[in-house]
């Protein structure tokens, strides 16, 4: 019976395909059926089960979702957002700009997602190459990693690489990871021998043996391998990659961590206290530097090559003592915290103590449950402002504009809170005001950071 139908399909190539293809849209529809009946404690599915899956079904249609999408188990949860999202809109059946806004965020975020899973032939076939080739995709990990060790100062890597096993340096990570020392991935750390212009500045030359002059045509080579660098290195982010304080990446199955030859320069001068002495900032923050990439290297949130930035640098940042920046994602996350009561830093706190007994990595599901499962797909396709001047056409950019920023997810999170979710958003924000105070310091500055659910919410801070 199956040999004769496939014998006479194969007579003819277009039923084949058309076939090939309609059995495809089935089992993703199935997949996608079964994935959002295994769902449990999401308010949107209890109140709009069947509008979700069918606004999920069309999405499958119009964007070719692939079956395997379902077996991933967060990008399937933000498939779902992304439906639920859907579903919204065509509930409230309103038109106009901002719909229009949220239809195209919708289409972005759906092709991104899915990008690596369409078959060839498709109409998306040509935009997805023109994707990935402004993103250098075509270069393979090896060939990265090759530039990276030409870089590689190896003296300096290996005294770095015995201070950090000696201190422990990552223990602690480990530990709010939830992690175990074997369950850990291992890290290689590698320091480059690249700079700026002004790290003449900060190079110990006495502990280098160099006199002021050597030193100073150090410094200069410093920031001639550092241009040489973002020459050779096969990677869009490789401007970026010169210009940070480090940087961490999964290169040919291997976690690295890299740091520029000044920062690591600074902890190997000041080896007795780079533990202890947490009033000298400098040695502090790069410590926390090294810190924060190593929690890249663990269990990192990132999914896809487009979601989950925000969130994985806050969970970076987190873990390794909040001694960095991305102030504007700090500040996103505690307006949520405002309005929902839930902190996103508890969140990853819940995931390391439900690590440590064995569970599910839960935290997609954590975030959609705190701040509604139509945001997590907003929440997890946003991006630091940092590296939105380096994200590559055409669609990339395009998400980000449809999104709008962190400002316009904290209004959808507001927009979702019942009246009485609001009274309470409101008491948090005054205590918060009061705390501030109270500690005499600066309330002008949490009101410009809690700027947006200030606003979402309506509240007159005159008022008090
Ligand atoms: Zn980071």
Known sequence: MTENIVGQINS????FAVSEESKRLNEANEAFMAYVGSLEGYSELDENSEGIKSAGQELIRDF????????????????TSLASLSADILKTGERGVEIDRMREFIADAAFLLTMDDYTKGGELDELRAQQESLQGESEDSKTQLKVLNKFTDPTITQRLTRLVESQGLFHEVNEKLGLSEQDANPVEIHVLSIGKDHDSVNFDHKANGLDWSEANDWAVGLKKRADQFVREFPNQSAELAASASGFAMQLDGQQHIFLPFAEANVLLANEDDVLINETTARPHGIVGTLKHEYTHAQKNVRRG???????????????SGDSGEY??????????AVLTGEHVNSIFNTVGEERRVDTDDQTYGKLAKAYGLSNLVKIAAVMPDPYIPHLKGPIEPDMQVALGGYRSIVFDVAAGLDPQEKEEAKVRLEEKISHF?????????????LAPAIQALDYDTAKK
Request: net charge negative; charged share 35%.
């Open 64 to 79: 070719n979702i692939a079956p395997s999408l379902f077996e991933k188990k967060d990008e399937a949860l933000i498939f």
């Open 327 to 336: 102030y504007d994602v700090k500040g996103f996350f505690n307006n949520l």
């Open 12 to 15: 003819d190539n277009a039923e």
């Open 437 to 449: 105070e109270e500690r005499g310091l600066n309330v002008e500055v949490l009101l410009e950071v």
């Open 305 to 319: 090559r487009f979601f989950g930035w925000s969130i994985e640098e806050r969970r970076a940042e987190y873990i």
